[in-house]
T-cell receptor
Framework: KAGVTQTPRYLIKTRGQQVTLSCSPI?????VSWYQQTPGQGLQFLFE???????NKGNFPGRFSGRQFSNSRSEMNVSTLELGDSALYLC????????????????FGPGTRLLVL | GDSVTQMEGPVTLSEEACLTI???????????LFWYVQYPGEGLQLLLK?????DKGSNKGFEATYRKETTSFHLEKGSVQVSDSAVYFC??????????????FGSGTQLTVLP
């Protein structure tokens, strides 16, 4: 099976702009999660989508949003970019329908590296 | 809330040396525990996992045992190779509704193996 794919791999934006990142999960996976990785804060959970619905959300401002499509592909959007939004954004997918989500493994894509100038 | 504390790095070893990266956690109930590895310029790859107490996860010569009494999940390898150079992350998924659907990560440990 193909792994999780993310596009684009690299982005350069300026402050105040908005950006959309895309993620295609492993075939058959219905849950998609997003994480932000920065040198200062490490890996932080943004949100999780399942069947086109946001099921869980981390502690990020409303400028960060996402959505999921009927084919389980997901996008995340960051509006009014700030310098501190420069990070590696990682998407992860999992089956999402197992008997216990605690046991499910999340598989990560290569990430999108965003630089805000 | 849930948290993971990981051994501070960076760690530098010679090839064929033994590796231990310490990881302890705080969580209610019975979390699942994971080790992920990140190579330069890449995303995270699952290295191993354990879902219940006393389980041992293993992969590519790496091992970790889920110790509930000490709330630990230390990563070990008997003989490291240059190709093991990477950043290693300990993580957990909790047992409450929200924490079960997200990974909580440690800060990561940079490992460099010298030939």
């Amino acid at each position: 099976k193909a792994g999780v794919t993310q596009t684009p791999r690299y982005l350069i934006k300026t402050r105040g702009q908005q950006v959309t990142l895309s993620c295609s999960p492993i075939s058959g996976h219905r849950s998609v999660s997003w994480y932000q990785q920065t040198p200062g804060q490490g890996l932080q959970f943004l949100f999780e989508y399942f069947s086109e619905t946001q099921r869980n959300k981390g502690n990020f401002p409303g400028r960060f949003s996402g959505r999921q499509f009927s084919n389980s592909r997901s996008e995340m959007n960051v509006s009014t970019l700030e310098l501190g939004d420069s990070a590696l954004y990682l998407c992860a997918s999992s089956v999402g329908t197992g008997p216990s989500p605690t046991y499910e493994t999340q598989y990560f894509g290569p990430g999108t590296r965003l630089l805000v100038l | 809330g849930d948290s993971v504390t990981q051994m501070e790095g960076p760690v530098t070893l010679s090839e064929e040396a033994c590796l231990t990266i310490n990881c302890t956690y705080t969580a209610t109930g019975y979390p699942s525990l994971f080790w992920y590895v990140q190579y330069p310029g890449e995303g995270l790859q699952l290295l191993l996992k354990a879902t219940k107490a006393d389980d041992k996860g293993s992969n590519k010569g790496f091992e970790a045992t889920y110790r509930k009494e000490t709330t630990s999940f230390h990563l070990e390898k008997g003989s490291v190779q240059v190709s093991d150079s990477a950043v290693y992350f300990c993580a957990l998924k909790g047992s409450s509704w929200g924490s079960a659907r997200q990974l909580t990560f440690g800060s990561g440990t940079q490992l460099t193996v010298l030939p």
